[in-house]
């Protein structure tokens, strides 16, 4: 067990609402992504962490923003939903502190409904 | 751009087989690659890393190869189990000074009694 809570589990809500996901870890690792995963389309990485306050862009980050100012907690906001954000949003943790190489550990996902 | 693709979306084979599961990639050089499993419902988990200077790596019934010069690795599991049914995704890793991890779209393996 990585120690991983993804939360809200399960979420439907209307365009245009804010919505945020949030990542929480016991591990103390430095790094910490968010994917979504869509049929047809696999996993895409939509933001990173390298730690407190340091975050990053991955290949779909347009319409999401995150913030870190924990070790332990990574939140996924969502401005403004669209339909289109309607996926199972995931976080993840690298497992080797320091390096550039080693697993991920994934959570349990957050599925997201907008309609 | 960087691209991924892994063999066929489905796979389906007799229980006692060797499944292969195959990972082509381009337009990168990728210095390790990594599989996980994922269940219905579940997030990835983590099987095997190979490096690039690495061909083969085992792990109980679980086999990779890495060729860099074909940009392909190759996912063997023998002796299969109807409990090997899952989907399997490839991660590339390397990309970037972050080392993150792009993923295939994966392969989902039926094994049948």
């Known amino acids: 067990d990585a120690g991983i809570t993804q939360s809200p589990r399960h979420k439907v809500t209307e365009t245009g609402t804010p919505v945020t996901l949030r990542c929480h870890q016991t591990?103390?690792?430095?790094?910490m992504y968010w994917y979504r995963q869509d049929p047809g389309h696999g996993l895409r990485l939509i933001h990173y962490?390298?730690?407190?306050?340091?975050?990053d862009k991955g290949e779909v980050s347009d319409g999401y923003s995150v913030s870190r100012s924990k070790t332990e907690d990574f939140l996924l906001t969502l401005e403004s939903a669209t339909s289109s954000q309607t996926s199972v949003y995931f976080c993840?943790?690298?497992?080797?502190?320091?390096?550039?190489?080693?697993?991920?550990?994934f959570g349990e996902g957050s599925r997201l409904t907008v309609l | 751009s960087q691209k991924i693709e892994q063999n066929s979306e489905a796979l389906n084979i007799q229980e006692g087989k060797t499944a292969t599961l195959t990972c082509n990639y381009t337009?990168?050089?990728?210095?390790?690659l990594q599989w996980y499993r994922q269940d219905p419902g579940r997030g990835p988990v983590f099987l095997l890393l190979?490096?690039?200077?690495?061909k083969e790596k085992r792990k109980e019934r679980l086999k990779v190869t890495f060729d860099t010069t074909l940009k392909q690795s190759l996912f063997h599991i023998t002796a299969s189990q109807p409990a090997d049914s899952a989907t399997y995704l490839c991660?590339?890793?390397?990309?970037?000074?972050?080392?993150?991890?792009?993923f295939g779209k994966g392969t989902k393996l039926s094994v049948k009694p």
């Open positions: 591990e103390n690792h430095r790094y």
């Open positions: 991660a590339p890793g390397g990309g970037g000074s972050q080392g993150n991890l792009i």
């Open positions: 337009n990168y050089s990728p210095a390790y």
């Open positions: 190979i490096r690039e200077n690495e």
């Open positions: 993840a943790i690298r497992g080797t502190s320091g390096s550039v190489i080693g697993e991920l550990f």
């Open positions: 962490s390298y730690g407190v306050k340091d975050t």
